[in-house]
């Protein structure tokens, strides 16, 4: 059961990590675009 939780856990992980890289790198590339 705890081993099940540790892998939703560690795909979510992933999944945040991975998205956070795409936010971070397109605000980057786009921040004068993206400025408000």
Known sequence: ML??????????F????ILFV???AHQTKFETADAK
């Open 22 to 24: 795409f936010h971070h």
């Open 14 to 17: 992933i999944k945040l990590t």
């Open 3 to 12: 081993e099940k939780f540790a892998v939703k856990y560690h795909a979510a």
